[in-house]
């Protein structure tokens, strides 16, 4: 299973696109995000297990943007520290559902539930 098109992200409708590495900020190098273009780009000839981790690691720098605590005066206003929040939340959660793998079976079922009582 290849990773989508397109995702619903808070407002927006993020695009996801393969590209050659050539990431502005460094850190990034297989993955950035794009707060203005709505898109995720995620470099080409990744293996599985390095795709999701930067799927999900760029997933969260734009929940981060979305939520607006990366902005002027706020806690994550330096790229430095927004990268390690960042990474230390994709690592976590990659580890985890890595390691737990039926969690994310009943937290898929679980939101199925809870979307036919709505
Ligand atoms: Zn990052």
Known sequence: M???DKIKLGYQDIKIEKVKSDF???SDNSGTFSDLKSTLYIQEGLNRYEDINVF???ILHGILIQSG???KGQVLEDDHH???VTNLLANGLVGLFRDNKP??????ASLHEFEEEQ
């Open 2 to 4: 290849d990773l989508p």
């Open 24 to 26: 502005f900020n460094p």
């Open 56 to 58: 999900i690691h760029e």
């Open 69 to 71: 605590i990366c902005g």
């Open 82 to 84: 927004a990268e390690l």
């Open 103 to 108: 969690l994310l079976m009943l937290i898929y």
